[in-house]
Structures are given as C-alpha cells and as structure tokens.
C-alpha cells in the first residue's frame, strides 16, 4: 500500500471524489487549493483532500474508497495518515460531513468528536437534495480530533 500526494491533474479522481461530495462546483471550491492523496493498493483505492483552515485546523473536504473496497480499511489509513503527516503542523484535524449514520460512526471510529454544526447547508449550497441512508441531509455536521 502507497499514499501519494497528486499536484496536477486532480480531476481525473473526479469519479471518486462525486462519491464523497456529489456535485462538482463544490468540489472545484476546495480542490485546487487542497492537497490530494491518493491510496493506492494494486490500483486506486482511495482519495482525500485536506485544506488549512488557519488557526492550527487542518480540514478533510473530501475522503472517498472504491465502492468494493469499502470497509476494508482504505479511509482509515487515509485519516491515520493524515493525522500522522500534519502532527506538527496543526492540533486539530477536521470533517464536515452530513449527519447520516453512514458517516458519522466511521469519523467516531477513526477518533473524532462532535464539535458544531452548520445549519441548512446542504439545503443553502446544492442545486439538489442530498439524500443519505434513505434520509434528507440539511445540517453540516463537523467532528474534530486533536493532533498534538
């Protein structure tokens, strides 16, 4: 298993980043400026782009697994790995996510608490519902776990 940054071209993971965050113009509001790793297994497994927030607070925008490899350990590493590679540099890593059962154990499990919400902001910032576990996602969620 490799995790490797990618500088250029970071559409060509489009696919799999629309699994993690389903419409492309917000995508395109975080991932030039973010840093892309990619997890690669025998081929591409998984994705995940982080952004500095300021204030010591390293965000995952986006973190995404194969659909047939998931649940095998692929978005784990990647958080492991980011927590790890950015120790030094920040205390605190970050995720807003919808609150769906589908997301919100996976951050739990990977140590993240609950610090604060969004609301309405799937609701204000896409052209369509977002629907989840059979569930409409309104509120952004975000979990945090210190680094230091």
Known sequence: MEIR???E????????????????????????????????DGGVKAVCVTTDEGSGVLEI???ATVPEHQGEGYGKALVEFVAEKHRES????QVGTGDSPATVPFYEKCGFVRSHRVKNFFTENYDHPIIECGVQLKDMVYLRRPLQ
Not at 9 to 36: H, N
Not at 90 to 93: A, K, N, T, V
């Open 5 to 7: 940054t990618v500088t």
């Open 9 to 40: 071209d970071k559409k060509r993971f489009l696919p799999l980043l629309l699994l993690a965050d389903e419409q492309e113009d917000m995508i395109d509001r975080y991932l030039e400026s973010g840093t892309m790793y990619v997890l690669d």
């Open 61 to 63: 925008k986006n973190i």
């Open 90 to 93: 920040y205390s605190i890593l």
